[in-house]
């Protein structure tokens, strides 16, 4: 396992709900030098993580994307540079998706929407399933979306110079519009600068890596026309990951270090987190050793069906195993909001619920037991 520094944010990333927040990162080496890594989730803002996925890290550890919809993780590429995953159990299991080279990626802010670029820019609106080709002119570095339907931000070249060219698009990608961004810093050249939407329209975090062990955030809220220092990280050769979060003023930075004697070598991970646009942080620290056993323990497995599928009127919802408690029901529409909320108790394994009166469209199905599981299956509303 080496130290280096990584000049991306895409190995942390928020979630759906607010505290909540994904990172990938190389976990611990065996004793026979093999080096896992691990995809670490936490809804309490970065207090406490629970292990969702484990792999061999020179076989799957790509970046991870969160989606609006609830429980819905990207890994990009996964296995391969011609595939990607998507994950609907909050990045337990993956269904692994073609895509040729899947360059830079961004993820949307509406439920199931994803850009990939390679030579081309497309648009995804069913968790990639299909792609839509959006221009063959876009930027090749595309970083994040805006918070309005539309709305990409990328670099153009060059991008280590002050000021930075930012490149917005508000059709969804087919356009886009360059502006200069001028960071409030005496020198013209940095090594880096990395993107991520805040939570209101215009408002954008710069992550600007001043020197390989010095990194910079940067704050706006009119699309980078006025710009402020936040905070100023001096000093670190370690990994560094970043993200914004999903409530106003949340921004997380996470430093992983190697631990331990060789051959067994583990990360030690602190995260920092903001409730202040990135001023001020507080720190947890995670000793992610060999030992580190904070995966979710599953004590009320639920297993359930819906059907019919696809449905115009009636949907039945039938859990075929579900041992204690109650279970919470909601059906999640494509832009990541609940419309429907309901729950079911041991002695009620069925339910049938109207669903006549929402849009025709693609929808979430999520179950979560009151003691741990929860499943999420599509459900398509003609």
Wanted: proline share 5%.
């Amino acid at each position: 396992m080496e130290i280096s520094a990584q000049y991306t944010n895409k190995f942390m990333t928020r979630g759906a709900d607010t505290a909540e927040i994904y990172l990938s990162c190389q976990w611990y080496a065996d004793i026979n030098y093999i080096t896992w890594n691990g995809i670490f989730y936490s809804v309490d803002n970065g207090e406490n993580l629970s292990v969702q996925h484990k792999t061999n890290w020179l076989v799957e550890a790509g970046l991870i994307f969160g989606d609006p919809t609830p429980g819905v993780l990207y890994q990009i590429p996964m296995r391969s540079q011609d595939t990607f995953g998507v994950s609907h159990d909050y990045g337990q299991t993956f269904e692994a998706k073609y895509f040729d080279y899947p360059y830079k990626s961004a993820i949307g802010c509406l439920a199931g929407e994803l850009y990939v670029r390679n030579f081309n820019l497309y648009r995804s609106t069913d968790f990639g399933d299909t792609f839509t080709l959006q221009s063959s002119v876009s930027p090749a570095d595309i970083q994040d979306v805006g918070v309005l339907p539309g709305e990409i931000f990328a670099k153009d070249d060059p991008p280590g110079t002050n000021p930075l060219n930012l490149a917005y698009s508000n059709d969804f990608g087919q356009t886009f519009t360059v502006s200069d961004v001028t960071f409030p810093i005496t020198y013209q050249y940095f090594d880096w600068v990395d993107i991520s939407r805040g939570t209101e329209p215009g408002e954008l975090y710069f992550i600007m890596w001043v020197h390989y062990d010095s990194i910079a955030v940067f704050h706006t809220f009119d699309y980078g026309q006025t710009v402020t220092l936040q905070s100023w990280f001096l000093q670190t050769t370690d990994d560094i990951f970043y993200t914004a979060g999903r409530t106003p003023g949340s921004f997380y930075i996470a430093r992983r270090e190697i631990c331990g004697t060789p051959p067994c070598l583990h990360s030690c991970l602190w995260i920092f987190f903001s409730r202040d646009y990135g001023v001020t942080f507080t720190t947890y620290f995670h000793n992610l050793d060999s030992t580190y056993t904070s995966t979710p323990v599953i004590k009320n497995s639920i297993h359930f069906k819906a059907f019919p599928n696809p449905v115009s009127d009636f949907l039945t919802i039938e859990a075929t195993s579900f041992s204690r408690g109650k279970a919470t029901v909601e059906l999640i529409d494509f832009f990541g909001t609940v419309v429907l909320r309901t729950a079911m108790s041991k002695n009620e394994n069925r339910k049938v619920v109207d669903v006549s009166r929402f849009p025709k469209g693609l929808y979430l199905l999520k179950v979560v037991a009151e003691y741990g599981d929860r499943k999420i299956i599509k459900v398509l509303l003609e």
